[in-house]
Structures are given as C-alpha cells and as structure tokens.
C-alpha cells in the first residue's frame, strides 16, 4: 500500500513521503486506501463526491479496465493461434524440433 500511495502522489511534490508517514494523524494526511482510490478513478480528491457518484466511478474505471484486458487477450489468442497454424511456428519449437533452423536450403 505504501508503494501504491507513493505512486499515486508522484509529481505532486516533496511532501509525499511525509503525508505518507503521518498516517496516524488524520487532521494533515491522507489514508493509503484514499490515495489509492483517488489515483484508481483519476480523481485528484474524493471528498467533494457521493458515495453513489464514487461507486460509479469505480464501476466505470473497473468496466474499462476488463474491457481492455479482454481486448489484449482476444489479440493473443489471435497471434497465438495465427502461430501455431503456420509450418515451423510456435508448436514445431515447442517440441524440440529446431534441426531445421540450422539447415542451409
């Protein structure tokens, strides 16, 4: 959590590492699972902002995320199968056969 809170405070000045080390004193810091939150909707605070309007937004950045993830799988698979279907690809390497990288035709 300390390193995602790091993270999420990066370029926003020096004084980070300290909001970070005065966890206990909530009157100036922020908590790890606030600033993880915040960098995780892209929102800069989330006081201003309802409970339903934050569970929307999480929703919506988890939605994309998936959506996203399914996308670059769907393409692997894609590559993957393109791969295999070829002579000399992924499943003749997989099986040892690398005799015929070596040979001069």
Known sequence: MILLGIQAGRG?????LQYLNDIKNPKGSLPLCHIFLCR????????????????????????LRQSSTMELLKLLKDIID????????????????????????
């Open 12 to 16: 926003k000045g020096k004084d980070t």
């Open 40 to 63: 995780l909707i892209q929102k800069d605070s989330i006081k201003e902002i309802s409970d339903d309007e934050l569970t929307s937004y999480v929703k919506e950045a988890l939605t």
């Open 82 to 105: 393109d791969q295999m279907e070829r002579p000399g690809g992924i499943a003749q390497i997989s099986h040892g056969d690398l005799s015929a990288k070596g040979k001069k035709i």
